[in-house]
């Protein structure tokens, strides 16, 4: 199934003809069709600008910008235009602007400044989504509706005393009474023991420690509060134009927001993705979060935003290299998208993104960008018959945000030094260096697709899910200090792993944090050794057998890494889990997509009549290798088998028949 009606893949950007006199517009339409745009985002800040004064409508522009789109064959991703709330909203009511946790009303002069919570700002939202689609519904641009702009960035928690008022009914929905809160939130301890939810605020500045049930339903109340400005222009849009399908631009992998439900509201998934091109890995950094991205809804997603070179906003805002546009774009084609879309079209002459990259630099055509500009859309153009073609994975981790959450509560923890993204991706790299497709599954998914799941981490672990992880047949690997505590962060009865005890044959004793600079040494039972940091566990085998021990300091002798039937368990931060993943890998009979030298990325996705092998090169020198199977490289035409190298921050996309026929 396509993301929307245009067809092949999708290939544009951020358009903002309004930073422009519209004799530049024929000439932005001209170069797009050049590049073979087919896509362009249009007014995510325009709201000033279509609603200079409250009701009072300015269209016209708008209009001939839409109108010249479609005339050129360019399909609109049309934004509600509700990312930034005009400046008249804010004078009229300055309550619509967010609050910090020390009670300081933040200034309009930047973007995204709302309270999620207010409802002046909210029916600004839906007035002004209604008028855009009763004025663009029957627009034969409109393709997709493109909602706020990159929640949670900016703006992500508010703390004023709407906001409160707004928790505490989102309190009052869960808790039902003011003791089912008083249980939840542990409210015995630090004599926090509330009589009425009117007594409740948001985790403000305290005097110390907030109580981590409070900051982990906050949490959970500020993600979902965004959710509800998002499905409440969503309710609009369906109404006038129910068959246009509508998304909002993700962030990636983001702490603050529970990806899993936000995905459930939308039609399709959209992502932004600006990995560091300073950091040579971070190719694989971001190839975590693309595979979240179609883990999300299990189907094709679109790249909505992407830098063509350099970014504006880090310390130093390095460009990307000759080749690196191209291959990031393929990249995101390897692991599911049907697009790929940039942050922006034409660069800024001025505000905070005047040095922003950009699809058409300031320099014009005669740029190196525009030369990449041309080529991508050259490769898009040949990679059509991908679009609606989907990867699958035989692997799968485990992502959770209450765990997320929970973990990473700013305080009161055995250690602050355990990060969830770093512990899934020491799991993901390895599994991505051998070629191997991953998906990301919550804990309470169905897992019988998989062959292998592994749980980096699941501090925080409900009975359903523990249920969910015990009832599943495949190898199963959980990282440590998990099963720590239910919903509400209350510790499980017994300790860890709580409701996984039975399921992995032990309990942990205790918690044994390794201070920083510490390396605790492990023994697997063929006699090498493994080096785990920043966290250990005394552990008690209740069935399961040790297959790895300490080999030194208090822990010496102790079991490390245990295994019960199916079920592996990781007791410590290991800095390396390759021996632990290669045994989970061969029990459970998973195969890499392609054999792999150093540098180089696989991605498969099937299609109806046939299989597409993405082979990524992000070294520097050419590398060599050889296919498991013959097929035509879609890039070149040329058919190839046997041994093949692929060039410095080249690519080969190979069309091969289905992997039962070959
Ligand atoms: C102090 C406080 C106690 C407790 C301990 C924990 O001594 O008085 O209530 O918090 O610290 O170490
Ligand atoms: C985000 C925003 C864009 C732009 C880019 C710049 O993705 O959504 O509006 O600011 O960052 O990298």
Redesign the pocket.
């Known amino acids: 199934m396509r993301l929307t009606r245009v067809p092949g893949l999708l290939f544009g950007g951020?358009y903002n003809p309004e930073q422009w006199p519209e004799e530049v517009w024929a000439e932005d339409a001209k170069l797009m069709v050049e590049a073979g745009v087919n896509m362009a985002t249009v007014a995510?800040?325009s709201w000033s600008r279509l609603e200079p004064r409250p009701g009072e409508y300015d269209f016209g522009w708008l209009d001939r910008v839409l109108d010249l789109l479609h005339e050129h064959g360019i399909a609109a991703d049309l934004a509600t235009a509700t990312a930034t709330p005009p400046p008249w909203l804010v004078r009229e009511h300055p309550e619509t602007m967010p609050v910090d946790a020390h009670g300081t009303r933040l200034e309009f002069g930047s973007r995204q400044g709302y309270c999620p919570s207010s409802p002046i700002f909210r029916a600004a939202t839906v007035r002004l989504a209604r008028a855009m689609a009763e004025r663009y519904g029957n627009h034969p641009a409109l393709a997709m509706w493109h909602i706020g702009?990159?929640y949670a960035?900016h703006t992500l928690e508010c703390f004023c005393d709407e906001s409160a008022r707004h928790f505490r009914r989102w309190l009052t929905d869960r808790y039902a009474d003011i003791d089912g809160l008083n249980a939840a939130w542990g409210t015995s301890c630090w004599g926090q023991h509330y009589t009425d939810f009117g007594q409740i605020n948001p985790p403000r500045v305290a005097p110390g420690p907030i109580n981590p049930a409070q900051v982990l339903d906050w949490r959970r109340f500020c993600s979902d509060a965004l959710l509800e400005c998002f499905e409440a222009e969503k309710v609009v849009l369906r109404e006038v134009t129910p068959d246009i399908p509508v998304t909002t631009?993700f962030m990636s992998i983001l702490h603050g927001l529970d990806y899993w439900k936000w995905a459930a509201a939308e039609d399709f998934v959209s992502d932004?993705a600006?990995p560091d091109p300073a950091d040579p890995t971070s190719h694989t950094g971001i190839a975590l979060s693309y595979d979240l991205m179609r883990s999300l809804k299990r189907r094709p997603w679109l790249l909505l935003?992407q830098?063509p070179s350099a970014?504006?906003?880090r310390e130093v805002n390095v460009p990307k290299p000759p080749g690196k546009m191209r291959l990031d774009s393929l990249q995101a084609l390897a692991h599911g998208a049907d697009g790929v879309m940039f942050?922006?079209w034409r660069q800024a002459h001025y505000g905070p993104?005047k040095f922003?990259s950009a699809l058409l630099p300031h320099g014009g055509v005669q740029t190196r960008g525009w030369q990449d500009t041309l080529r991508l859309g050259g490769d898009l153009g040949k990679l059509a018959e991908i679009a609606g073609t989907h990867g699958r994975a035989d692997v799968a981790l485990v992502l959770d945000w209450d765990s997320w959450w929970g973990l990473e509560a700013p305080e009161s923890m055995p250690t602050k030094r355990l990060a969830l993204l770093r512990l899934m991706r020491t799991w993901y790299e390895p599994l991505h260096a051998l070629g191997i497709t991953v998906d990301l599954t919550p804990p309470d998914r169905d897992l019988s697709d998989y062959r292998l799941v592994i749980a980096p981490n699941l501090y925080l672990c409900t009975e359903e899910s523990a249920a969910n992880l015990s009832a599943y047949p495949g190898e199963l690997v959980v990282g440590s200090f998990s099963g720590v505590v239910d919903a509400a962060d209350r510790i499980h009865p017994g300790g860890a792993p709580g409701p996984l005890r039975e399921l992995l044959g032990l309990s942990v004793d205790e918690f044994w944090p390794l201070a920083d600079g510490v390396e605790q040494s492990v023994r697997y039972a063929d006699g090498t050794t493994g080096t785990a940091t920043r966290w250990a566990e005394w552990i008690r085998t209740e069935g399961a057998a040790g297959i790895a021990e300490y080999a030194d300091g208090d822990l010496a002798g102790q079991p490390a890494i245990t295994r019960l039937g199916r079920a592996t368990y990781v007791g410590c931060a290991l800095e390396d889990v390759t021996p632990v993943l290669t045994d989970a890998l061969t029990r459970a009979g998973v195969r890499p997509v392609a054999d792999l030298p150093p540098g180089v990325e696989a991605g498969l996705r099937t299609g109806p009549d046939a299989d597409y092998l993405f082979l990524l090169n992000h070294g520097t020198t050419t590398a060599a290798l050889t296919l498991r199977a013959p097929g035509t490289d879609l890039l070149t035409g040329r058919d190839l088998h046997g041994s093949i190298e692929i060039g410095p921050r080249d690519a080969v996309v190979l069309r091969t028949a289905h992997e039962g026929e070959k």
């Open positions: 951020d995510v800040f702009n990159e960035d631009n932004d600006y935003e830098a970014v504006s906003w942050f922006q993104e922003h």
